[in-house]
């Protein structure tokens, strides 16, 4: 984007309100668990609402899969509902179209024509904005409307907004976080009960907490599009869906997380968000990632337990904040929904724009390959007199440093837990490939990343 360009996005003179007292007509796309509680709140905070915006909430009609299965909800009584979210949209009175379907390819449709004709959208789709956040932005700024998504990331912690606003001025250096609340209940429940994955998966299965289909949350894919949105926040730069190196909790076991344990460690699933420096200091690329990690016992988020989510980031000036609450469920998704509704309908009413994804740094999104991390590696070798010796040269030979070495006996072999110095992730890896094809490894258990 230019710099007029960023100038015009701020100014109010180039989108002018509709003035106060008037009313602002709002679609409503899908009626799920997240739709159904965003029509009771603006339902019931209507008079403060109508306050903080300067003119009424108006919900001109609510778009569903199935009108008869929703035409008996108390939340719909008096509203319009339809089967058309086209024609919806497509309806002059409708300022604000907030979107809470789910899914990519129709909800990207409908986003796409509500911004292309002028609508300001709010959406809770972290996989949409994870997949097409440039084309939505690009279309948001070409029809000079508003685009929130506060609640893709994280529900009602305020994660997008304070990028987006709070540290608008800051340079973000790293954020880190837990941002799946299905995962961090299951890695919580397998820590406090000795579970193994399969019975945790199954409890949070029964309380709620998993959906029937897991996927998206157990292979991390969910974090992952949260992740690509945070990443493309905090450092001016367009990071997708792709860029982002997942990896889930699947093939955690009860062993890595008592090992975890005895080493005062806590394992989360955790999204990290980075820059990548030169020699000179500067950045020279952004990288994003998922995976399941060993946070040490006193750090702020191993400490975060249940379903809830916790994100770390450190800016320049800032130093260190810590966001924390729940991440997920119909009020809490509702409450950043209604946030970003509140700000949406404001500007319809007096004119302006919030403040866009900027991704004007461009900085080049580099593979996992490039990054430095520490891994905790733990196998099973053949007690013998100079295995210790074979396998440290094996390390030198991949480049990789040597923090700290632990053995202990087992049957007639031996199990090591190895700890390394910070290595590139390429290194790493091949160090567990030439570790899994070494004659006296019997077996590689687990590999886990540190967190310093
Ligand atoms: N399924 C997600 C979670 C919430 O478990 O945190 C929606 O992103």
Same mark, same amino acid.
């Given at each position: 984007m230019s710099l007029e360009h960023a100038a015009a996005v701020e100014s109010n003179g180039n989108y002018p309100g509709k003035g106060i007292g008037q009313p602002v007509g709002v679609a409503v796309l899908g009626k799920g668990t997240v739709g159904t509680e965003v029509l009771r709140l603006i339902a019931e905070f209507s008079s403060n609402l109508e306050h903080r915006i300067g003119g009424p909430i108006e919900v001109r009609g609510v778009a569903v899969s199935n009108v008869d299965k929703h035409k008996n909800a108390p939340e719909v009584q008096g509203l319009y509902l339809t089967d058309d979210a086209h024609e919806l949209i497509d309806r002059d009175d409708v300022d604000v179209v907030v979107e809470v379907i789910g899914g990519i390819d129709y909800p990207r449709e409908l986003v796409l024509k509500a911004l292309r004709s002028g609508k300001s959208v709010v959406t809770a789709n972290k996989a949409l904005v994870a997949a097409h956040g440039s084309e939505l932005a690009d279309a948001a700024n070409e029809a000079g409307v508003d685009l929130y998504y506060e609640a893709a990331v994280a529900a009602a912690i305020p994660v997008v907004g304070m990028l987006r606003?709070?540290?608008?001025g800051d340079k973000v250096e790293r954020i880190a976080g837990i941002v799946n609340g299905t995962t961090n209940f299951i890695l919580d429940a397998m820590a406090s009960t000795g579970a193994s994955y399969e019975d945790a998966l199954a409890e949070a299965t029964r309380l709620g907490?998993?959906?029937?289909?897991?996927t998206a949350d157990v292979e991390g894919h969910d974090a992952a599009s949260k992740a690509a949105i945070l990443a493309s926040m905090g450092f001016h730069t367009r990071v997708t869906f792709d860029d982002v190196y997942c990896e889930g909790i699947t093939n955690i076991t009860a062993e890595d997380i008592a090992a975890a344990k005895r080493a005062n460690q806590t394992i989360k699933l955790l999204a990290i968000c980075e820059r990548l420096y030169d020699e000179h200091g500067e950045t020279r690329a952004v990288n994003a990632r998922v995976h399941p990690t060993l946070v040490p $016992?006193?750090?702020?988020?191993?400490?975060?337990?249940?379903?809830y989510n916790a994100i770390f980031v450190e800016a320049e000036a800032a130093g260190r904040l810590m966001f924390y609450g729940n991440g997920a469920g119909g009020a809490p998704t509702a409450s950043a929904v209604l946030g970003d509704l509140v700000g949406a309908a404001r500007n319809k009413i007096h004119g302006g724009r919030a403040p866009a994804e900027n991704p004007y740094a461009d900085y080049p999104v580099v593979g996992f390959e490039e990054v430095t991390t520490r891994y905790h590696i733990n196998m099973t070798v053949n007690d013998r007199v100079g295995v210790l010796a074979d396998l440290a040269r094996q390390f030198a030979n991949s480049n990789v440093s040597l923090s700290a070495v632990r053995q202990e006996e087992a049957g007639d072999g031996a199990h090591l837990v190895v700890v390394t110095h910070q290595a590139t992730e390429r290194d790493l890896q091949d160090i567990v490939r030439r570790l899994a094809d070494?004659?006296?490894?019997?077996?590689? $258990?687990s590999v886990l990343r540190l967190q310093d």
């Open positions: 606003r709070s540290l608008a907490y998993a959906e029937a289909d897991p $016992n006193d750090h702020p988020l191993a400490t975060v337990d249940k379903s070494h004659e006296d490894v019997r077996s590689v $258990n």
